[in-house]
């Protein structure tokens, strides 16, 4: 079960090497090409200090001079991720949609058709093409966190490859009003370190993700007010009980499922219960 905001993903399956190799075949300047590959070692190293870094929270105190690629300028590093990794016709492209896989990392909603530089290549050129600084996005996530850092740990994203459990932390709350609406917020329980807690609402609110969500669950709502009202429900604890049994299996699957944080706050709220007793 994940209790994760926003929500860990399975790590990268490709490593550093076989992707500079990959964008090495198609770089059609021999210096930079020579130079790339004789950098190896430095990218394989900096990936894994990279992931040391990222491990410790301590990705806002990296440096572009820390990370840079012998031979490589910063600004070559920049055009090889355009070129030669996502470029369709590139022999990086296979490892390009290796990478871009699955949900958008930070909303789990939209179905991930970009990578987003954790830490963005305008700031690291020399981590534009490392595997594990990039994170398979959305296209309207990408465009709120372009090229955004801050070296300030309190500032910063948590890194979807790296974060930890920490338990239930999104939550609903129903709007009385017709038709019936739900808002969503970011509450990390008190066992939360303070700063983690306030960096996940920050996260959330940063992502617009409570107007996402909220978007998300009205044709929800729109098809339980048919079902609830057809199933003519006798008492409060029967349309209680139904909501709670569909939260506890979207629950079972992720600790902070939408559906099932939808499904606990309609089930908790007498209003909104009552409104079904036949
Ligand atoms: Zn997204």
Not at 50 to 70: C, I, K, M, N
Not at 128 to 145: G, K, R, T, Y
């Amino acid at each position: 079960m994940s209790g994760t905001i926003v929500w860990s993903i399975d790590p990268p399956t490709v490593t550093a090497g076989q992707t500079a190799k990959a964008c090495a075949r198609s770089i059609g300047d021999p210096a930079i090409k020579q130079a790339l590959r004789d950098a190896l070692p430095h990218l394989i190293e900096h990936s894994t200090a990279f992931q040391a870094s990222a491990a410790a929270d301590r990705l806002h105190e990296l440096t572009s001079e820390a990370y840079r690629v012998p031979g490589v300028t910063d600004a070559e590093m920049r055009g090889i991720y355009t070129r030669n990794l996502v470029r369709v016709s590139s022999p990086g492209r296979k490892i390009y949609e290796k990478l871009v896989r699955g949900l958008c990392a930070y909303c789990q909603h939209a179905p991930a058709t970009t990578l987003d530089h954790f830490i963005p290549k305008a700031e690291i050129g020399g981590l534009s093409i490392e595997p594990w600084n990039l994170v398979p996005c959305c296209p309207a996530c990408n465009h709120i966190l372009r090229d955004e850092w801050s070296c300030e740990a309190s500032e910063q994203m948590l890194h979807p490859y790296f974060i930890g459990d920490v338990g239930r932390w999104l939550y609903a709350k129903v709007l009385h009003e017709e038709p019936p609406a739900v808002t969503f917020t970011a509450d990390p329980g008190p066992s939360v370190d303070p700063e983690l807690a306030s960096r996940i609402r920050r996260q959330f609110t940063h992502l617009k993700l409570s107007k996402m969500f909220s978007e998300i669950c009205a044709p929800d709502l729109s098809m339980l007010e048919v079902q609830l009202t057809a199933r003519r429900f006798q008492n409060r604890a029967d349309i209680a009980g139904y909501l709670n049994e569909v939260a506890e299996a979207a629950f079972a699957v992720n600790g902070n499922a939408r559906r099932g944080v939808l499904h606990d706050a309609l089930a908790s709220d007498d209003w909104y219960v009552g409104r079904f007793v036949a």
